[in-house]
């Protein structure tokens, strides 16, 4: 079925002592059931697992991504197909996906036992406690040759994201993630109004590519750094973050603790870095403090 990520409505606009009628452009904001089929062929199971809100579009990277990152699937292998289901309803829509596992896969549901209900805004609701989510079974870092980059690098990032980012230009409303490598060329971007969404579509495509774990790769975030997208990144293997937006207190904490770099307020040749300081490689310069 043919989307599109936007709508136009008429509204009124209000300027100092003006006022007019204008047609504006808003991100689509819709709700997406992902179910999960697993078990042996004459004991199939399908269970529900997750109800996001999403912009429609890349919704099986989406649905392929979340999996991963909430550890209930180790790899891209363990899917076998990945479908929309049809749901009668008034308006046609495809907000019901349903992803496949192989029969010899076993998925981890421990987690599950919490009702997965998420909303555009936080990726964790529901969570029985933040310890469920650092049990999920992170990449080792430290398995991986170390990263190294440069200030003028991270200062680069912002610029070339925007360049890539028309419906946030024509909208004002989407997060996006971005995966660069360490010479600072675009690899991925994936937009959504939820900006868990926009990573976990970003790492479904990366999963889908065979490209895991993204250890050589720079992820930059258009907003602020939350905990669950620093546990999502660290899933996936990546080792530094860039977000333009302020981190959390439990961002950088976990940061800290998967010795991932964290740097936020990435905007106007200026950032400021929370944590794994060494890779990321600074003019000498003395202290005035």
């Known amino acids: ?65 979340f999996l991963f990152t909430e550890g209930i699937v180790k790899n891209i292998g363990d899917i076998t197909a990945v479908e929309h289901c049809f749901i009668a309803c008034a308006e046609n829509k495809e907000n019901v996906i349903q992803v496949k596992l192989a029969e010899s896969v076993i998925p981890n549901l421990h987690n599950t036992e919490r009702n997965f209900y998420t909303t555009s805004s936080c990726g964790v609701c529901g969570k029985g406690s933040i310890a469920a989510i650092r049990t999920v079974g992170a990449s080792d870092h430290q398995m991986h040759k170390e990263l190294y980059i440069n200030a003028e690098l991270l200062y680069s990032l912002p610029g070339t994201l925007s360049e890539h980012q028309q419906i946030f230009a024509d909208t004002g409303g989407l997060h996006a993630s971005a995966l660069f490598n360490k010479a600072g060329e675009l690899l991925l971007v994936r937009e959504d109004v939820g900006r868990h969404n926009a990573l976990d579509k970003l790492i479904g495509a990366a999963l889908n590519k ?46 800290e603790e998967f010795n991932i770099t964290l740097a936020g307020f990435l905007r106007n040749r200026r950032f400021n870095i929370y944590t794994a300081t060494h890779r990321i490689l600074l003019p000498i310069h003395e202290n005035t403090y």
């Open 1 to 65: 079925m043919a989307y599109t990520p936007i709508k136009r409505i008429p509204i009124t606009r209000i300027s100092d002592d003006k006022c007019e009628s204008i047609a504006d452009i808003l991100v689509i904001e819709e709700p997406l059931e992902i179910r999960l089929e697993y078990g042996p062929a004459n004991e199939r199971k399908v269970q529900n697992v997750s109800v996001t809100m999403r912009t429609p579009g890349n919704d099986a990277e989406l649905a392929t991504g």
């Open 210 to 255: 065979n490209w895991l774990p993204l250890n050589e790769s720079i992820l930059l975030l258009s907003g602020r750094a939350s905990f669950e997208l620093i546990q999502k990144a660290a899933m996936a293997g990546i080792s530094i973050i860039a977000a333009v937006g302020a981190p959390s207190s439990l961002a950088v904490e976990l940061a």
